[in-house]
T-cell receptor, first 112, second 114 residues
Framework: GENVEQHPSTLSVQEGDSAVIKCTYS??????FPWYKQELGKGPQLIID?????GEKKDQRIAVTLNKTAKHFSLHITETQPEDSAVYFC???????????FGSGTKLNVKP | NAGVTQTPKFQVLKTGQSMTLQCAQD?????MYWYRQDPGMGLRLIYY???????DKGEVPNGYNVSRLNKREFSLRLESAAPSQTSVYFC?????????????FGPGTRLLVL
C-alpha cells in the first residue's frame, strides 16, 4: 500500500514567521493530497488540498505545492499566528476510492 | 446540522471486555470510515464502508468488527479488548467514496484498555 512520510514531527516558530511541512509518498497512482489540521481534543479538519494535475494551490495564508516527479508535497503557512498552533497531517489518496493514507503528523507551535 | 457524532467520548475497559463505538452522520453521505490514532503514527484506517450494506478492511482490521447499520450509522466493535487497542478512534464520512473527496471527522473516542 501507499506509504506517506512527514517531516518534521515538531516545529516551533515565532509569530509572523513562515512554517513549512513536507511529505513524501511512495505510490505513483496517488492523485489527491489533502492537508488536515487537528486542534487539541478535536477531530482533524481539512484546510487545503491539491490534485495531481495541479502544481500549486493557495488559500490566503496557506499554500500547498506538489512535485509529482519527486513524489513530494509541502504545506506552507505564512504570517503564522498563535491560532495556527495544532497538529497537521498530510495524506495521499491512490486510486479511485477515497482511502486516505496519512503521514505521522507535525505539531506546530507558534510562539507569541 | 451536527456533522459526525461519536459516542462515547471516553471509555476505560479491562482486557477481554467488549464494547461498541457508535458513529452517526447527518450529511447524507454514502461512505464512512473508522480510524485509530496513535502517537507518532498518524491516523490508520481500520475499516470502511463505501456504501450502505458494504464494508471492507483497511490497514489495521485485526481485532475489530464493523456494522453499517443504515446510511447514517457505522459502528465499530471490539470483541475482546487488548491493551494494544488503547488509542483514540475517529469516525469519518464522505459524500460518495470517490477518490479525492473531503472526509469529515467526528470528535473522537478515547479508549483505554487496562
Amino acid at each position: 500500500g501507499e506509504n506517506v512520510e512527514q517531516h518534521p514531527s515538531t516545529l516551533s516558530v515565532q509569530e509572523g514567521d513562515s512554517a513549512v511541512i513536507k511529505c513524501t509518498y511512495s505510490d505513483s497512482a496517488s492523485n489527491y493530497f489533502p492537508w488536515y489540521k487537528q486542534e487539541l481534543g478535536k477531530g482533524p479538519q481539512l484546510i487545503i488540498d491539491i490534485r495531481s494535475n495541479v502544481g500549486e494551490k493557495k488559500d490566503q495564508r496557506i499554500a500547498v505545492t506538489l512535485n509529482k516527479t519527486a513524489k513530494h508535497f509541502s504545506l506552507h503557512i505564512t504570517e503564522t499566528q498563535p491560532e495556527d498552533s495544532a497538529v497537521y497531517f498530510c495524506a495521499a489518496v491512490p486510486g479511485s476510492f477515497n482511502k486516505f493514507y496519512f503521514g505521522s503528523g507535525t505539531k506546530l507551535n507558534v510562539k507569541p | 446540522n451536527a456533522g459526525v457524532t461519536q459516542t462515547p467520548k471516553f471509555q476505560v475497559l479491562k482486557t477481554g471486555q467488549s464494547m461498541t463505538l457508535q458513529c452517526a452522520q447527518d450529511m447524507n453521505h454514502n461512505s464512512m470510515y473508522w480510524y485509530r490514532q496513535d502517537p507518532g503514527m498518524g491516523l490508520r484506517l481500520i475499516y470502511y464502508s463505501a456504501s450502505e450494506g458494504t464494508t471492507d478492511k483497511g490497514e489495521v482490521p485485526n481485532g475489530y468488527n464493523v456494522s453499517r447499520l443504515n446510511k447514517r450509522e457505522f459502528s465499530l466493535r471490539l470483541e475482546s479488548a487488548a491493551p494494544s487497542q488503547t488509542s483514540v478512534y475517529f469516525c469519518a464520512s464522505s459524500e460518495a467514496g470517490a477518490g479525492g473527496e473531503t472526509q469529515y471527522f467526528g470528535p473522537g473516542t478515547r479508549l483505554l484498555v487496562l
